[in-house]
């Protein structure tokens, strides 16, 4: 079959191209439009950022993605913008021009991505009045590395170019509302196969006919293999068109996402009832990584610096997996058997994740510590629901990442503190039993005894901040 | 001599204007080329780099037979097929671009694949059989000294006699610190394209900041003469030291697989291998001792600064100088002992980085001060101001260069009172006094940094200028533009001279068959040194147009003016076209080259004495930051600069060098964290894992300002100053901010040990280390104010 895609306006058809080749070597050396470049080849510096576009003329969107990450198939049917799109003529896009204008390039090799990145937050969702706040821009700009400037005058560019927006201006792309191209069930070249089902049973024969392949969501992990490890994935069956798994529901009790969804569609439902997961979503990628990344593949990949499953477990989360033979529910915890090891069956996959929502007496926090604030992976993660009544700790759900092969429920912890009196020195006896429930690894990201120290030390926090101390508590909210 | 004193500005573009970066549209539209923008000429080969997986090891055998049938692929060569000199050391010898028998590092390059496309080199790779029998490897300082081994001999900045005065003064401190390296993370990786073309030339288009040492090492390496080699740079995506010399190999592997298949070859390193194949920053540890009065005066200091200079010397030599001679920084030191010692060890060779030891030498100093606070309970400020280059002998250089631009007292003092320093110190001290969670800390930092190579032979720069007849010029030097910002400072140096708009003057590539024998584009050298050579070329071939001119209008050679894009002899006019055109017509050439030398400089590399330095550049930065004392997180909250920059060519370029000079160099006193395995892997490798700053970690309030009215003392190109890598030691008020952060958590009690880079790792143990000492509260679920 032929994929179909539109690039700057312009329609383009590929047969006989591998599907593992990335989207960003696509555009680079097939189409020979350069000006995205590939900096690190794994989602982290923005180099390669470009904006898809999405939706009918009127209620567009844009959403800034790495083309290094994406492989080509995952364009079929999207309408790709490239910084070579943006200017008409001699006419720079505002975002172009403010950045010129302002001194926000240098070298000027992360600039395209920059430009990619601010184009699509200055046309994109936020509501915003006149004046854009520079916090928006750190949000927005997460995923993108510059060397040279220091960062002030993009933002002061970006601040400039995207607070006052024109949401219904023409412009690439958003003019020509192009209808989607058809979806392309089976992408095939160079030995390698592309699926990608439609629906839910034919997601399940798919992987029912070929229970090794690759089980692709947004690439943000997985594209890695394609774009560092320049891997042939011989079979590969894309999540992403899968109605099923693109379901949102906001039922009375709880919220299920499915497998599918996007961090970034998925964050305004969990910041309405758990504002502490969606500050730590925000922080487990940029905007390009939301974009594309799912709550999904996160559970599936099962690794044990995953930022959302100690938050599932301690939100006692329960996953619907589905596969030929039918649905199965499972809580989450038990989903995690050891390092990148799942209890997935052969043939089966996840549908969807159904988070219970906030009870009364309840409260929800997640604390995230890396080197950097921004798309930086954790050392250590804590996740912890604790409900109170009548003074006493009533129940104790705490997970914690980094600390385990797999993400994982702290009992001995909660053990020490159920039952006893809502107080400080309950919570002291907690950060006590950190030891008897982990024995962390040391590596690059921080040591055995840092990590303990931190899981310890988190407990005074969760206290402060539950309890309502009159003092900040986290270091990026201090002016 | 005399130099050009000022520029006037009645034309677009001159010097002292503000203008954006030439290429600037071009970066936004996407439209500036790379050299991995070029379009591929047919035949193009890419080269897949075969690295050494150990640290240390003797290669025993190479199977390559069954590799070289694999697909595409072209060759795959060694050592061995080295036509020339297996070598490209920049100031010694013997340094390889392919291990040939001995594995010094892990990543050390020791096969190249070249093939049809990079993926099919790689799988051809997969293929190829080496056999290593592994040696243990020698990875750290402690190491290295035990063996004695260095890359080059140890030498040692030395005046009068340390130990008698330390010994001697009345109070005494000592301890240790280690500061790590960096990597240069420039967002456009190593990249060369080598082109063969007749004979036995060959064409390298190559991300260098030093193309004639790319010339050089890539005629050593083929065993041809360096008129045989061209090399072009039009621009680099970022290089920031790292494309001094480490471009070098990788533009000579590039042009040894092309040489040797007759087709044009590329090789671009992947982030991950051009982390682990290429130099970093130099890591080092100082052992300090320091003997002084009870006013806090210093008598005497011993620094024994050891870095790990990797598996060859490359630059280190140079990079140990500047350190030994910037560990006075704007303090005067009696007696001094200061020891360098380049660690040979099985890392890869640490090489020049922006500061070039420089920071690293004043983070030692800077220690040491404010280790005598603590020692003395007095306000380091105080212990500043007291230890300051100031006059009557007190003004001299450890290696003996005197002191005569110092203004370090009056920028400090302007600084500390345009912020108010005191009343900040107050409010820090009362957050701490309300906050049992956070904790603030906030410094100043002074820098004193001296502009000229070390070695005197290395401050020559070029400029070739030709006037086309119909007034358009074209500009070319030996400079390099790496994002810097130089090319569009020498075009104001050149529309200035030439009193004509910026627009007239084509910046052209960096070319070694246009301006030959140059130095690299490094130690902030740049525009003083091509903004001369072209200043010097364009006002040759100004002169010639005015003698023309002069001819034209029956008047005096002198009585000629060029103003606002015309020529004038007294009332009478011309526009510069029709001036060139006449001088054509009139035979003279319109062609020049230009030549600088700095003057005035010395420096004897045998006893490390001398002035090495034209002049110094002065700046200060007052940074505050707020550590968790649960996590070690820590965020930079306000930083203040005061930046002498003499009189600066370009504002806009010279805010955007401070700017991200003083970023970079928080990322590496903070976040940016080299972690090695135990076997001498590097394991932070990628972006994922070695965290530069993002745009959320610069501080919300971040005021820069650039010192006015200070013409430089020297006759510099119109008085202005280099600005490349002064800013980034500004940054280290960032750290000293944390470390005055982690004192206060132990009410300032003990001297806190925090190692750099500040990680939250580091700053949570140095907390632990000071409450334990100051014996304060061991709970550590209990703040204090």
């Known amino acids: 079959m032929t994929l179909e895609f539109h690039l700057n306006g312009r329609r383009h058809a590929v047969r006989d191209v591998p599907p593992n080749v990335t989207a960003l070597d696509y555009i680079r050396e097939h189409l020979r439009l350069t000006g995205a470049k590939e900096g690190c080849a794994e989602g982290d510096c923005g180099a390669c950022t470009v ?185 590969v069956i894309h999540t992403g068109r899968v109605a099923e798994l693109l379901e949102i529901r906001d039922e009375p009790d709880h ?190 990201r921080a040591s055995a005894a840092y990590r303990s120290m931190v899981a310890r030390n988190l407990f005074a926090r969760l206290w402060r901040d539950i309890s309502g101390a009159d003092e900040p508590l986290d270091v990026a909210l201090i002016r | 001599m005399s130099g050009p004193e000022t520029a006037t500005s009645d034309i677009v573009g001159a010097a002292h204007a503000r203008l954006r970066h030439d290429s600037a549209v071009k970066h936004v539209t996407g439209d500036a080329v790379y050299v991995d923008d070029m379009p591929p000429l047919p035949g193009t080969l890419e080269i897949f780099p075969v690295v050494s997986p150990h640290a240390h090891a003797t290669i025993v055998s190479v199977d390559i037979a069954e590799a070289l049938r694999a697909p595409g ?186 040489a040797l298949t007759g087709r044009p070859a590329k090789l671009r390193l992947r982030r991950d291998d051009d982390m682990i194949v290429t130099g970093k920053r130099h890591d080092y540890r100082f052992r300090y001792e320091a003997g002084f009065g009870e006013d806090g005066r210093l008598e005497g200091v011993k620094i024994e600064m050891a870095t790990r200079s990797g598996n060859v010397a490359d630059c280190s030599s140079g990079v140990m100088a500047r350190a030994l001679c910037h560990a006075d920084n704007c303090y005067y030191l009696p007696h001094v002992r200061f020891d360098g010692l380049p660690c040979k060890t099985n890392t890869v060779s640490a090489t020049a980085f922006r500061g070039f030891g420089g920071p690293q030498g004043m983070l030692a100093i800077e220690t040491v001060i404010e280790h005598v606070a603590a020692e003395l309970g007095k306000p380091v400020d105080d212990i500043r101001r007291i230890n300051y280059y100031g006059d009557g002998g007190r003004n001299v250089t450890p290696y003996g260069q005197t002191v005569k631009d110092n203004i370090i007292v009056e920028l400090t003092e302007r600084l500390m009172r345009e912020v108010d320093f005191e009343g900040r110190a107050r409010a820090v001290d009362d957050f701490n006094a309300a906050n049992a969670t956070l904790k603030k800390g906030i410094a100043l930092m002074p820098v004193k940094f001296g502009i000229s190579f070390n070695l005197p032979t290395l401050n020559q720069g070029g400029a070739l200028v030709h006037v086309y007849t119909d007034g358009s010029v074209h500009l070319n030097h030996g400079g390099t533009e790496m994002g810097q910002g130089l090319f569009v400072k020498v075009a104001q140096v050149v529309a200035s001279t030439f009193q004509i708009d910026i627009d007239r003057i084509k910046i052209s590539s960096t070319r070694t068959d246009k301006v030959p024998n140059t130095s690299a584009t490094a130690a902030s050298s740049g525009s003083d040194i091509n903004g001369m050579a072209a200043h010097i070329a364009a006002t040759e071939i100004k002169q010639r147009m005015a003698r023309a001119a002069a001819d034209h209008f029956g008047v005096e050679t002198g009585s000629v003016e060029f103003r606002a894009n015309r020529v004038y002899a007294g009332n009478e006019s011309i526009s510069f076209a029709e001036c060139a055109h006449l001088a054509w017509r009139a035979r003279e050439s319109l062609s020049a080259t230009g030549f600088y030398r700095t003057p005035d400089i010395s420096w004897d590399a045998k006893t490390m004495t001398g002035s090495p330095f034209y002049y110094y550049t002065y700046g200060a930065c007052i940074a505050e930051a707020v550590i968790d004392t649960l996590t070690g997180e820590s965020r930079v909250l306000k930083a203040d600069i005061l930046q002498d920059v003499g009189n600066s060519l370009n504002p806009a370029i010279d805010m955007g060098q401070i700017e991200g000079a003083f970023v970079q160099g928080m990322g590496w006193l903070t976040s940016e964290e080299l972690v090695w395995d135990e076997d001498g892997h590097l394991k932070t490798h990628g972006p994922s894992t070695y965290k530069i700053p993002g745009s959320r970690d610069v501080p919300p309030e971040f005021n820069v300002h650039i010192l006015e009215d200070a013409p430089n003392m020297v006759p510099t190109i119109f008085r202005s100053k280099a600005i490349g890598e002064p800013p980034l030691m500004l940054a280290i008020s960032v750290w000293l901010a944390i470390r005055d952060a982690v004192a206060r958590t132990g009410g300032r009690k003990v001297f806190p040990r925090l190692d750099a880079p500040a990680t939250p790792e580091a700053i949570l143990m140095a907390i632990e280390d000071v409450r334990e000492r100051a014996n304060q509260l061991p709970s550590p679920l209990t703040g204090e104010g």
Request: aromatic share 6%; proline share 6%; with cysteine.
């Open chain 2, 73 to 258: 692929v072209a060759g795959i060569f060694g050592a061995g097929d080295i036509p020339g000199k297996n070598d490209i050391a920049p100031i010694f010898s013997d340094e390889p671009i392919l291990a040939d028998g001995l594995a010094e590092y892990a990543g050390q390059p020791v096969l190249i694949v070249a093939a049809d496309t990079y993926d099919l080199g790689r799988d051809a790779a997969r293929l190829i059989d080496i056999g290593y029998e592994v040696l243990d490897p020698v990875l750290t300082i402690d190491e290295a000294l035990e063996k004695g081994q260095f890359t080059y001999p140890p030498h040692s900045v030395v005046r009068g006699d340390a130990e008698g005065a330390i010994e001697a003064a009345p109070r005494r401190v000592s301890g240790e610190v280690s500061c790590g390296g960096q990597d240069h993370f420039y967002l456009e990786s190593q990249v060369a394209l080598a082109v063969p073309g007749e004979d036995r030339d060959i064409t390298v288009h190559a991300s260098t900041q030093h193309p004639t040492e790319v010339q050089r090492g890539v005629a050593h390496v083929l065993g041809i003469e360096i008129n045989d080699v061209l090399v072009e740079v039009r621009r680099m995506g970022g290089a920031f030291g790292g494309k001094e010399t480490q471009a070098t190999g990788i533009a000579a592997l590039a042009a040894l697989a092309a």
């Open chain 1, 51 to 235: 904006v898809l576009a999405a939706g009918p003329e009127g209620g567009r969107t844009f959403r800034a993605v790495n083309a290094c990450l994406l492989t080509l198939p995952h364009l079929n049917g999207a309408d790709v913008l490239t910084v070579e799109g943006l200017a008409d003529g001699d006419g720079l896009d505002p975002v172009q021009a403010a950045m010129a204008d302002g001194d926000g390039t240098q070298c000027g090799y992360c600039t395209p991505g920059f430009v990619m990145a601010l184009y699509a937050l200055r046309r994109g969702p936020e509501e915003i009045g006149g004046e854009i706040d520079p916090e928006t821009v750190h949000d927005a700009l997460a995923g993108n590395l510059c060397r040279c400037t220091g960062y002030r005058p993009i933002v002061d560019a970006a601040v400039k170019a995207c607070g006052e927006k024109a949401s219904e201006e023409a412009g690439p792309g958003g003019g020509s509302a192009h209808a989607p191209a058809r979806a392309t069930d089976r992408y095939e070249a160079g030995g390698q196969a592309f699926l990608s089902p439609t629906g839910l049973d034919e997601m399940a024969e798919a992987l029912a006919d070929n229970p090794d392949a690759y089980i692709l969501a947004g690439g943000t992990d997985l594209g890695l293999l394609a774009a560092k490890e320049r891997q042939k994935l011989p079979v």
């Open chain 1, 255 to 444: 919220l299920e996402f499915g497998a599918a969804v996007t961090y970034t569609d998925a964050l305004p439902l969990i910041g309405r009832d758990y504002p502490s997961f969606a500050t730590l979503i925000k922080r487990i990628g940029s905007r390009q990584i939301r974009n594309m990344g799912t709550i999904g593949g996160n559970i599936g990949n099962a690794s044990p610096i995953g930022d959302t499953p100690p938050c599932l477990i301690a939100l006692d989360a329960v996953l619907s997996l589905h596969s030929r033979d039918g649905p199965r529910r499972m809580p989450i915890e038990d989903f995690f058997l050891d390092y990148r090891k799942t209890d997935l069956r052969p043939g089966e996959f996840i549908r969807s994740v159904r988070i219970p929502k906030p009870k009364a007496g309840e409260a929800f926090r997640t604390y995230k510590i890396s080197k950097r604030y921004d798309q930086d992976i954790s050392s250590v993660i804590g996740a912890y629901r604790i409900a109170v009544a009548d003074g006493a700790v009533r129940d104790a759900r705490i997970a914690y990442g980094g600390m385990a092969a797999t993400p994982k429920r702290a009992r001995a912890c909660e053990a020490a503190i159920t039952g006893s009196a809502w107080r400080e020195d309950a919570l002291m006896e907690a950060a006590r039993a950190v030891d008897e429930d982990f024995e962390p690894l040391s590596d690059h």
